[in-house]
C-alpha cells in the first residue's frame, strides 16, 4: 500500500502547453512537498505547502486538505521544465513518504 | 548549489563490506536528513537527525546506522553491505526547529554506491 500516489507516471508535452500533475495521499500529513530531481539526480524542493494554493514563477502548488489531494501546474511549460517531479508528505507521525514520481518531457 | 555537501560522490565496494557517506548541511542548519534512492523502490526516508539527537526514523534496515556531531555534520554508515543496497543516498538538512513536519528541505547532490 502506498501512502502517496501520483498521476500520470509519464508526461510529455508540447512547449507553451499547461501541464498538471496530481498527488494523493492517505495519511495525516504536516505538509506536503513537491521537489524536482533533473536528470543528473539532484533534487530541488519546490513548494512546501499545509493549506491553500502557492505561486512561484509559472509553478503553482494546490492543496485540498479535505480531500487529500494535491496539484502541481506548470503554465506556458519549456523545455527546461523537463524533470521528475516528486510528491512526498511530512506525516504527523513524523515520517516522510515519497510518490513515485512523474517523469516530465517538455517538447521545443 | 543547495549549500549541503555529500562526500564521497561515487563508491564501487564489495558485498559484505562496510561504507560510511558523510553530510555536512548548510551553514546554520541543525537538521539532517538521510533518504535512499533505488529504482525499485524509490526515495524512501532513513533517518532524521536534529542537532545531535535521533528524531525520527523511517525504513532504516538494522545494518544501517548514523549519527551526527557536534559540528553538525552527518555520517551514514552502511554494514554486511548486499546487491540491493546499490542505490543514490542522498541528505538534506533544514533549519529543523520544526523538525521533519514542516521545514523546508534542502538536499545534497547525493552519493551514488555500487555494490558487486
Known sequence: KNEVEQSPQNLTAQEGEFITINCSYSVGISALHWLQQHPGGGIVSLFMLSSGKKKHGRLIATINIQEKHSSLHITASHPRDSAVYICAVSSTGNQFYFGTGTSLTVIP | ?116
Not at chain 2, 562496510?18 to 548541511?25: A, F, G, K, N
Not at chain 2, 542505490?87 to 547532490?109: K, V
Open chain 2, 1 to 116: 548549489d543547495s549549500g549541503v555537501t555529500q562526500t564521497p560522490k561515487h563508491l564501487i565496494t564489495a558485498t559484505g563490506q562496510r561504507v560510511t557517506l558523510r553530510c555536512s548541511p548548510r551553514s546554520g542548519d541543525l537538521s539532517v536528513y538521510w533518504y535512499q534512492q533505488s529504482l525499485d523502490q524509490g526515495l524512501q526516508f532513513l533517518i532524521h537527525y536534529y542537532n545531535g539527537e535521533e528524531r525520527a526514523k523511517g525504513n532504516i534496515l538494522e545494518r544501517f546506522s548514523a549519527q551526527q556531531f557536534p559540528d553538525l555534520h552527518s555520517e551514514l554508515n552502511l554494514s554486511s553491505l548486499e546487491l540491493g543496497d546499490s542505490a543514490l543516498y542522498f541528505c538534506a538538512s533544514s533549519f529543523g526547529l520544526a523538525g521533519i513536519r514542516t521545514d523546508t528541505q534542502y538536499f545534497g547532490p547525493g552519493t551514488r554506491l555500487t555494490v558487486l
